[in-house]
């Protein structure tokens, strides 16, 4: 069942200290929510960061759910009890030059860049 597969995409996750991101689609009123809460309740207990997003068709947003699920990991990272400055260093890293794009849209990502990145205006 689907629920099985979640849990095995975390374990598995859990076991590699790895990442995955996971779609869960359907139609309405399938029980999507209540599926992706049900692992969520899961991961916060083993201590783990967990964040979703949810694409609304109606709203014409594309990649709403991606850039939602973005900002709750900044947050949660920045709220995270191991973040520090040898961290951000590594964030800023990885981030690289990309950084800028992703400033653009995932405003809360400002933490994570080098002050010139970070003192720039979002681009319209």
Do not use: W
């Amino acid at each position: 069942n689907e629920f099985i597969a979640l849990e095995r995409a975390y374990r598995r996750v859990k076991e590699d200290c790895s990442f995955e991101r996971i779609t869960v689609h359907g139609e309405s009123g399938t029980g999507k929510t209540t599926l992706v809460m049900a692992l969520q309740e899961i991961v916060l207990k083993d201590g783990g960061f967990f964040c979703s997003g949810k694409y609304y068709p109606d709203k014409e947003e594309p990649y709403s759910a991606i850039l939602s699920a973005f900002s709750d990991l900044c947050d949660l990272v920045l709220q995270s009890h191991d973040f520090n400055d040898k961290r951000r260093a590594q964030i800023q890293n990885e981030l690289g030059d990309d950084g800028k794009l992703l400033f653009n849209t995932v405003t809360n990502i400002s933490p994570f860049l080098n002050n010139t990145l970070a003192d720039d205006e979002p681009e319209e």
